[in-house]
């Protein structure tokens, strides 16, 4: 064991010191562990507080939608982490398929928080500048839609790769790391989701 890991007491689910591309990806979610902790708290300050009226979180936002996105997110949580195990095990074939369908449940996520941008401009005539709540609800929900929008593209990279045969039992590091950053965005949207459209409401 490192000395680094002996320090700290952290190591992978194998047993081994983490590399210094992990050390730099934790220190990185811990920075966005603050980042949405800062607005996540600002939403709940905020709630009902508004003074120009408009649009609600119980009057705009629609359950049963938000609802079928975050099944995508969860599956797509439980597809890559299947995908890491096919890939470590030298199924390649498994790997592209799972790691495809984590792109796929990804990009249906993104579809759906259009869907509700759309309904919220269009019909509920909420923008960013109506109101408190429009205020604090795009930018907490945007900055979790663009987290996942940057996990979605860096998965694409890595399945250009793999078909290029770039990616392997054999260098499997980048995969795992990519997989450890899009949990975290699974996590994230488990408060955001909890705060918004349950709480919130």
Do not use: K
């Not at 609802?67 to 797509?76: D, K, N, P, R, V």
């Amino acid at each position: 064991m490192s000395t680094a890991a002996a320090t700290h007491g952290i190591t992978t689910a194998d047993g081994r010191a983490l590399s210094p591309a992990q050390w730099g990806l934790l220190s990185f979610l811990v920075s966005e562990v603050a980042l949405f902790g800062t607005l996540i708290v600002t939403y709940i300050f905020y709630l009902g507080r508004d003074v120009m009226g408009g649009p609600t979180p119980a009057t705009a936002l629609r359950l049963p939608l938000v609802l079928g996105m975050t099944a995508c997110l969860f599956g797509s949580s439980a597809t890559i982490h299947f995908a890491e195990r096919a890939l470590r095990r030298g199924s390649d074939g498994r790997f592209l398929l799972l790691w495809a369908a984590t792109i796929g449940l990804g990009v249906a996520f993104l579809g759906g928080t259009a869907f509700e941008w759309h309904d919220l401009i269009e019909r509920q005539h909420l923008t960013i500048s109506r109101n408190l709540f429009g205020t604090t609800y795009y930018t907490l929900v945007g900055l979790h839609a663009l987290h996942v929008s940057g996990g979605v593209v860096v998965m694409l990279i890595v399945l250009g790769l793999a078909l290029r045969r770039q990616v392997s039992a054999a260098n499997p590091a980048g995969v795992g790391l990519v997989s450890w950053y899009w949990h975290f965005v699974d996590a994230v949207w488990v408060v955001v989701f909890t705060v918004v459209y349950l709480v919130g409401r």
